[in-house]
Nanobody
Framework: QVQPVESGGGSAQAGGSLRLSCVVS????????MGWFRQAPGKEREGVAW????????FYADSAKGRFTISRDNAKNTLYLQMDSLKPDDTAMYYC????????????????WGQGTQVTVSS
């Protein structure tokens, strides 16, 4: 199994930035779809950004497009989510997860989840 470990969450002012990190065991970053997800209190978990293992192509939810950037460093087995222009609505627990395939990442099954890292954005 893949066991992601997230870090980098914290508090930020609206308009500020945070960078989340996710360390993944083995060669998951180059093998499986990887995604960042978030869940706010009282809301369903939603996908934020995805990266394809072979091409490195990225895909974003509309809420994140233009503000968030997903990237990876395969040598460090680390996935990143750079979050800029933060909004209070970005407040949520953020999770890193590994999928099961190499394509259609935004609709992949994600079974291996990290413990989450809290992001709080104040106005």
């Amino acid at each position: 199994q893949v066991q992601p470990v997230e870090s980098g969450g914290g508090s930020a002012q609206a308009g500020g930035s945070l960078r989340l990190s996710c360390v993944v065991s083995g060669s998951a970053l180059s093998t499986y779809c990887m995604g960042w997800f978030r869940q706010a209190p009282g809301k369903e978990r939603e996908g934020v950004a995805w990266i394809y293992p072979t091409s490195g192509a990225t895909f974003y939810a509309d809420s994140a497009k233009g503000r968030f950037t997903i990237s990876r460093d395969n040598a460090k087995n680390t996935l990143y989510l750079q979050m800029d222009s933060l909004k209070p609505d970005d407040t949520a627990m953020y999770y890193c997860a590994a999928g099961t395939r190499r394509t259609y990442c935004s609709t992949d099954k994600y079974n291996d989840w990290g413990q989450g890292t809290q992001v709080t954005v104040s106005s």
